[in-house]
């Protein structure tokens, strides 16, 4: 298994890696302090949209984008294999994705209007999408039902005349709150009567600006409200929108949804690489400047020990993410489901580990915004319950090795 | 060795209980919206002080004094064993030890005044501490020196005339915060030249107020700000109080600091266990009330695993707490180094386990503020750093140990 | 909750040292030489038998007798509580137990027959059991099926005029290989259609010399053959013994089980905490002698973390042992299976850690037979599996949890 | 980085494939029921010498010689890379590697002659060694002294006119009890008062038979003997070798040391990576035919969870492993020093958990010699000794990641 880069995945990391150290680093305190003073902090901020055109004008716009949609990018698409270590790099400043129209949610939406929208549909939300112009959000988790599940999902959609009419509640729906979100791209149940369990749910665009459309609150997860870009609650009262607006067609939404979540677990795990790298980088330069009892802490065994851990687990983490990346680039995501699912359940819960350790050496200010460990530590968190918590991967994956080796 | 509690600690516990029941449970969704929208999240709280009157009313008041300082409370003094359930209780619902007034870090700073402050001292600032009206901090922890090590502490406490002038930079200095915070504990170094590494530091009361102290900002831990009382860091430039503000006397700074300590590891560790112990309570109901797969979650075999090493761990977690309180009733602090060492050092890291399983088990949810479960990690979490990293703490135990069966 | 020993235990546990110091410990190394050049090694060893008749001399005999079966040993019964420190001790050399007449298997057998045998039965077997002249085996599980879930056992029994006919396979039936064992009680199948799964099971006295009962092999754990008491596995084909051999009645084997195994879980926990403890010391011993890189092990600060976590977990595992046993005492095993369980599925795999740490600081030699570790941790592991794989007490303990706080 | 290996190394890995298929499985048993009736444990295996002549004629001998020493082989030589999966597919069968004459000690003995020994050293101890007619060990570990700190070594080496004069003991000396065993590789202080701690070393090549040499008893590691290798404790009295049986030359010892490890670390992963495979095989067959409880375990979601877990660790452990392969062929041993540290204190650990789990899903059997899972968990768990325990490789590692960051 070859997991070497293009050169063109090589090129592009090389000048990404420039534009980290001119105006990425550069910008960390900057960025924070914008954020802190906001009076809206899901408001846009001027830094985020300096950046975007710098961004822009040095070619590195849209990286997300695949080969075989390369007609969406300038850059002739990248492979999975590629994007790899181009999203570790991002990872290691965690408000840098949105620079280079790279962050979650809106990439895996811009891919399910590539792969299901319309003419339309797309010369309408995803083209300014793609030149950063407007934001969007995916609505699938509710409240009051397991979502990992994606058959448990009640809102429901119903057809009246040319409209579909959305009833329900949603939350931990990332973006809703800022204010160049525009779009909802909603999973609802519109057929639940059908025997197919996986033929019953209907995904639509709902603008966000659509009567009977309230967005309730920003959820915090471990006391992150994660702005600008952050989590919110939203609830659906009779909201109206033409029959056109489905996406793919009624009955498309489980289909729809599969596809769209193995590129955003991979992305995850590739920026918590990023996060994980940086804090044990922070840890081992703390270490080296502190002294207890007459001694520096990197002298002390147990940090030497700790420091080794973290190293061997970032390289197996890292190899694990790369060979699930070249199998999908080889074989396609469907084929690589045991891959994807391997790399979901253990890279977050090895990068929580492997910053809770650093932070630990770290001392108390660890803990703190002044870096970016605890941040990370909670992105981390959140990744084993995003996206269908790690347990029902291994249900999933366990069945599968069972039967491979007991078949 | 018997972990009976007294009649006394029994009836008070029973008496908190209903006090739970009736002022607290139903108070906390109150508390959180006027936390949510305080223009001051530091400021005082109304919904704080009405429940203070009760709980004095109630004679639920103090309950953190000893038996040997019984003149400074109605009850008479508890044991470390009578409080640990009491103290357990409390950790249920993170913010209510101050209706009781029994929140850190006043609990030790008002220890602290009752073993080391003069007539006047004691006069001035415990006498409205004890009844609630004023709050206070210890200031400690420095930015630039790894401060588990106290004789790294570098704050210069230098005598002109018959003045104190501090110089020097604080941080993590729980309470500082807080609109009726008035006095300050600060320790410091005066006499770097000593040859006894134990005698270089001074403790000296600053009021809030006083020239040079500034408060440069709030920390957040893992994201949270933990207000109304919180976490600040402070500079003193030129800070300067009279002579007769020193605790105890020069050179005694390390030993007020010593024996400050113990006590505060341990409220600690009893709050953990209450917040453990709900936080399983709230996975049982939700497991017992969701499905996936058309399978109860409570039915699966990995959740009632998960439940039972939660249920099993509490128990001992528990358990090394109620021993250790009761070898310092019977052997005093000083000579139980070794077991409040094993509690400090055990039961957060192990707190922070079962929550992060709670949560999991809880589903997205559990990481938002609509559960306790993510502050309660958040305070496990920091506990693992607070009173000196676990690190500080299992080098003198190891010692111990190796010492006791090798020496 | 007082978990104080009464007098009389303290007394005998006084006595049990003092044996300790003066017979077990002095003849570590002369027992396992005899074990090591014996031709047979399931045979009786000459030491052991003079260090019992030096323990009844000492009226160390027969410990394990309960208070309720107390007309069956001299001391007139201990209870579960005083019991534990004594099976502590003993733990710490793993061939002692039998040195007082209290190893498994026969101790539960012999309570087997305390509970469950007629007057013969009982003047036949367990007056030899009781006098250490006999050994026996109880048989249950099979290789063929999952017998944690006992109502899978397959052995057949089957009644013919007046002689029960069994046919079957079990394995791991401890004691079988050994030169005294005299009489195994089988747990079979006797009535597969009562609808009752509960129902179906019968136990019935099988003299080891019946024909038809072959001891096929001795099996090893991990590498061990635990000679000179071991695990076989046995064949039954056709083996016939007269009805009055039946244990309680027909039907009855699945309620005999069950009364069965919670002492023996216990016991083996008690034991644990002893070889966990003494690894510990051994591991002190070890680090404070010797010395890598020019310095003593003992300073690094990796081995003081290291034996800090062991120092605070059997504390914990110690302190749970014990209130599950003040438990028993006060409520009777049916009352504490919650306790029960957490302590079966909790302490075998702590120590199993503790011991693998204290191996590896130990070097090499650790892993060694010179030293009681590796042994031990064998011990610690089988345990895992013994008496039902944890998951099964957990499968049950997490569910009556989860009643309990969301039922 | 490219991970594929070469077609010369996928046609060798088919071919090996195809023997195990045909000569190795099948003879599973008969090799452990040989073994078991051996009156000699440590005797040649008729099937043993079978087997080999069957490898030899098949072309897979002496697999491990590596391209820069092709002269020794037929094959031309393999690059590390090409040698894992070779490697590893004989770790599933833990006797096989001698069957291609690439057992430990004898592969990284053989490279010591390759490297260092003279025309007439290789011509008399090589290339018997290389054909499989004999047999040697490796001479370093000591009882009274740390000797993870090679220059701890004490044994000493005196130079007595033409002769060296050998006094001291030695244990852990695999192969030493085997019958085929004629040459040890013997390290040893020739000049302890060096005042450059690395050149205080010797070793030299001491016959079996000499004179003073006594074996004195093989030992077990976690009740393992692990014939017919095993590993045996020795004693020099005044062993007496001829001046011409230094290898390189005197204070060299050191430098031998150092070059012999990195490829003996890496095979003991490679086998590890291939029992650890195999065990979870042997689960995941295990799991589909047993039922507990009216389902089978195959289905209970901490079984999958479980199953899960141990494929995720294994790709990652495998991945390791072939990227610091992959450096070494590349960058040589000594530039990889980061890359084989990491993998030597992770892939053991990893490997001893992941068969843990395994033999706790298989039931007790799981733990008997009836499975090779026990035996697996075994050398996995010595290795975290061999070589060095894994906290001085950490120690290293650590201090080399935090120059790296912090330099």
Known sequence: MDL???PKGQEILAK???FFDEHIYPNEQAYAEQLHHAENRFAVMPLMDELK???KAAGLWNLFVQEDHAEYCEHGGLSFLDYAPICELMGRVLWSPEV?????????NMEVFMNFGTKEQKEKWLKPLLNGEIRSSYAMTEPQVASSDATNVQLSIVQEGDEWVLNGRKWFITGAMNERTKIFIVMGKSDPNNESRHLQQT????PKDTAGLKIIRPLTTMGYDDAPIGHAELVFENVRVPVENVLAGPGRGFEI?????APGRMHHCMRLIGIAQRSLELACQRVENRSTFGRKLSKHQSIREEISRCFSEIEMARLLVLKTCKTIDEKGPMASTDMIAATKTTVPLMVQTIIDRCMQMHGAGGLTED???AEGFNYARWCRQ??????VHQMALGKQIITRYAG
């Open 53 to 55: 055109d710098k961004a």
């Open 386 to 391: 995003a996206d269908g918590p790690d347990q």
């Open 371 to 373: 870096y970016c460990m």
């Open 4 to 6: 070497t880069t293009s």
């Open 100 to 108: 280079f129209n790279c962050n979650a949610p809106d990439t895996g």
């Open 16 to 18: 990404l890696q420039v």
């Open 257 to 261: 949804a599969q596809s769209r979540l």
């Open 203 to 206: 995904q639509v665009l709902v």
